[in-house]
C-alpha cells in the first residue's frame, strides 16, 4: 500500500531553489533531500509557471484568449481586404 507524504509549502519553496541554484542534477538533489524525483521536478514546473503568470507583462488567461481571437479576426480581415483589392482592381480594369 502506497503512502502519501504531505510536505509544507516551505519545505517545496527551499527544495525547488536548492535544484536550481545547485549545479547538480535535479535527481541527486531529490535523492538528497528525500523526495521522489518527479515530484521535485513538478514542484520545478509549477514554479516557473507561475513566474511566468506573474511576470511583468503577461497575460492572464482571459487576456491570451482575447488575443488569440483578435489574431484570428486580424488574418481574416487582412484577408478580405486583399480579396476586395484584387476585385477593385479587376473591376477598374474592366471599366476602361
Do not use: C
Amino acid at each position: 500500500m502506497k503512502t502519501t507524504t504531505s510536505y509544507t509549502e516551505e519545505f517545496r519553496q527551499r527544495a525547488v531553489q536548492l535544484a536550481e541554484e545547485s549545479s547538480q542534477p535535479v535527481g541527486v538533489t531529490a535523492r538528497e533531500l528525500g523526495v521522489n524525483e518527479s515530484t521535485l521536478h513538478t514542484w520545478i514546473n509549477k514554479r516557473r509557471r507561475q513566474q511566468r503568470s506573474t511576470a511583468p507583462g503577461a497575460l492572464s488567461a482571459e487576456g491570451s484568449a482575447e488575443l488569440d481571437r483578435l489574431r484570428k479576426e486580424n488574418k481574416r480581415l487582412r484577408e478580405e481586404r486583399e480579396i476586395l483589392k484584387k476585385a477593385a482592381a479587376y473591376f477598374a480594369r474592366e471599366s476602361l
